[in-house]
């Protein structure tokens, strides 16, 4: 009795395993799936006979009407083309999804950061031990969390030069951004803080 080719695996096979393993079982079954397939119409006396005649058809094709077979020849290059490109976008998309663990999206993070403020990594650590890796205004550690990851301190720098001041919390920074840097401003909210409204 011959057996029915499986083109993927059952649900029942991919119940319990994971996203990845689930994907590489799936790639498993197809390629087992064509394979099989070629030797089951190798086998086939009726599809080795409508092979010979589809070859003998494109054979007379191509004798008639040259510019015809040119035509569709190319059509077929454009089409293994457009399946590579989509084969490339596939592995992109594979590459992208790598990049999404939490240390890698970290380790992206601060190589964006380093670059962005023209720092090296011994500079910044260095910030970090002067510091106690805490902010410079709250004197306390970064609470925001990302990822389910607690966040590295802000790099704090000047606006008009660009150069680095010191690391502070996401709060103190943002609220550095709203005063604009600006010390009087910054005086006049100490003064208004200051102020007894009893």
Not at 55 to 68: H, V
Request: net charge positive; proline share 2%.
């Amino acid at each position: 009795m011959q057996t029915k080719l499986q083109a993927r695996p059952t649900e029942h096979e991919l119940k319990g395993l994971t996203s990845d393993e689930q994907k590489e079982l799936i790639s498993r079954y197809r390629r087992d799936y064509q394979r099989r397939w070629r030797e089951e119409r190798h086998k086939n006396p009726k599809l080795q006979a409508l092979d010979k005649a589809l070859d003998l058809l494109r054979y007379n094709k191509k004798m008639k009407d040259p510019e015809g077979y040119k035509k569709i020849q190319e059509s077929r290059l454009k089409s293994d083309a457009k399946r590579d490109k989509v084969q490339r976008s596939a592995e992109r998309l594979v590459r992208y999804h790598e990049t999404k663990t939490p240390e890698k999206q970290k380790e992206i993070s601060r190589k964006s950061r380093l670059k962005k403020y023209n720092l090296t990594g011994e500079e910044l650590d260095a910030l970090k031990v002067k510091q106690n890796n805490k902010c410079a205004i709250c004197g306390k550690e970064e609470t925001l969390v990302k990822r389910e990851q607690v966040c590295e301190l802000s790099i704090d720098h000047d606006h008009k030069t660009g150069k680095e001041r010191g690391l502070l919390c996401n709060n103190y920074n943002r609220a550095m951004g709203m005063f604009g840097d600006d010390k009087k401003i910054l005086s006049k909210a100490v003064e208004y803080l200051a102020e007894d409204r009893e």
